[in-house]
């Protein structure tokens, strides 16, 4: 569905710059003073975006690991955002009255496993003395236990948003190299 509306975006982009070199008069008095930039600049960002639209939506039928290595590289910065606002929509349900056992448990899986707290750090749990185990460091020596004993905000774990989205930044590129070897194999 994304892709259809990247494709129509960029047609109706591609239609306002074909407009204005056609000097369609009723366009050009309505946006005049709204718009300055050159009409070949708005034939080519709507190019751009409906050729990647299109075959986007072309390596998604075919499964193609080029074509995902391409997005990844024209759309991360898009995803990274996905992720972070994600994030912060997961623990801001948490903080909702009405919790479920499921949210609860994927927050607490979230933390334990990218050692991380909070959507953006312990703060996030106001003033409450002890966080759960899942926000700090774990004593390897001792099964279920946290470092330093009790968790608190001192010795938590940095935000969930911010360590996804270093995470992303270091993997994105490596995964996307492999997609794009895994092709040309292919």
């Known amino acids: 569905m994304s892709f259809l509306c990247l494709q129509l975006l960029g047609l109706a982009i591609i239609g306002i710059g074909v407009a204005f070199l056609l000097n369609w008069t ?3 008095d309505e946006l005049k003073s709204q718009l300055t930039v050159a009409p070949w600049v708005f034939i080519v960002i709507g190019a751009i975006m409906f050729v990647i639209a299109f075959f986007g939506c072309c390596g998604a039928i075919r499964e193609s690991h080029l074509v995902l290595a391409v997005l990844l590289f024209t759309y991360g910065d898009t995803l990274k955002e996905g992720i972070v606002t994600s994030v912060h929509g997961l623990f801001n349900k948490r903080k909702s009255d009405n919790v479920d056992k499921a949210t609860e448990s994927i ?9 991380c707290c909070g959507s953006d750090g312990p ?3 106001g003033a409450v003395l002890t966080l759960h185990d899942s926000c700090c460091a774990r ?4 099964i279920g236990s946290v470092l330093g004993g009790k968790c608190t905000i001192e010795n938590a774990n940095p935000g969930c948003a911010s360590t ?10 490596p995964i996307a190299g492999v997609a794009i070897g895994v092709a040309c194999v292919e």
């Open 26 to 28: 009723v366009v050009k």
């Open 107 to 115: 927050i607490n899986n979230l933390q334990q496993q990218f050692s």
């Open 123 to 125: 703060t996030d749990y």
């Open 139 to 142: 004593d390897p020596s001792i």
């Open 164 to 173: 996804l989205a270093k995470l992303y930044e270091k993997w994105n590129k």
